[in-house]
């Protein structure tokens, strides 16, 4: 592995193995998920985890896709692994659930706890395991290539210097139609390297931050669909703020003495986005045609309307006019059976998506819900929005 990437990784695991203990010590996450997000099946899953883990949850949005039942779950930087214990009582005893992480602190909080879950959540054995590895190299880490349904990833993909061999990992592993559903850290401009360089800001996830062209660019390089926006929202008035963040960087001897940099790093627009990007079996259709599609209400909690993207929902029995491509992008998998699907006439009126090429359009920035300036938070630390 290149040495940068080596550098990264020793830097980031003494960040989360040794810096940061719980939550409240890290900067700058609190207040992005809102209890209005989180659903009440989800919100008793998240009751059920243990004190401890729930302590040392670091992530930055919701990563719980819907229908998961059976599934089997990667989590890429597992963590405490807060998530995986959540899907474990999604995907119920005949699921699976692995997390793979390379802090060996945070694995050890993860294992510590299996045996607890498994009993509280009634199995007669776990449905979870953690692996140790480098998500950069999943087969490394015993994981075989298409034998996922879902990846999941809550605030990692921003810490790893190698994003393109990450996401390439992920589409290799997931089986055809499955999907990488994650939550990260996004910046609106390139950041300068002096600021990369930094091992708070960039433990902190924001200047290994992606620019949100870049992620089209990788999950293009990489054969995933283009990226589907679930929600966008600003970080930087979160937890202590993007200015405890620059009042913990001014003592670095570069960045302290240019004030130029303090002023880039000031006006940095910081975003977490959560978004799918689905893995299309080879035979999927490429036809802008448009076609109707009419939602069942069979998607378990989610009765009345079934939520793609933060702005296309698609309400139970009602029929949907859209592009055969975007409408196989999410039925070519395990959501398949919850749909009707049916010819239209060209004339039908379309949703405002015309083709696939329009999700690629989407600028999170754009888009953007700024929570209030808050530092308590929402499914954060010990509490869940109850
Ligand atoms: C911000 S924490 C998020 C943890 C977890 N997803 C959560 O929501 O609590 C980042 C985690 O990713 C892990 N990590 C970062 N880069 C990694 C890499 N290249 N390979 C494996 N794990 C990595 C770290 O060890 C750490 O546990």
Redesign the pocket.
Known sequence: MADSSEKT?QQ??EY?GQRVKNADQLLCTGCIVTSGDVSAKVKDAIKNVHPEVLSK???CGLVFPEQVEDCRILDL????G??CFVLSQLVGANGHVTG????QE?LDVANKHIQYHTEKFGYSKSNVDFKK????NLSDAGISDSSYDIVIS???VN??HDKLSVLKGAYNVLKDGGELYFSDVYVDRPVPDELRKNSVLWGEGVSGALHWKDLVKIAAEVGFAPPVVVSAKAIATCGKGLEAVIDAVKSDPVIGNNPELLVVLGQLSIASVTCRLFKLPKTVSTSDTPVQVTYKGTVDGHVEQFKLSYDLSLPKSTPVVLPQSVVEMFTSGRLKQHFDISPTSAESPLTSYKSLDQFNRVNPFEVISTPAPSTSSCCQGNSCCS
């Open positions: 990784h980031v695991q989360y949850y670091y992530g930087g597992s963590g405490a807060r998530d793979v992480d390379m802090t945070q590895g480098f998500i950069e809550n605030c990692v810490l790893a």
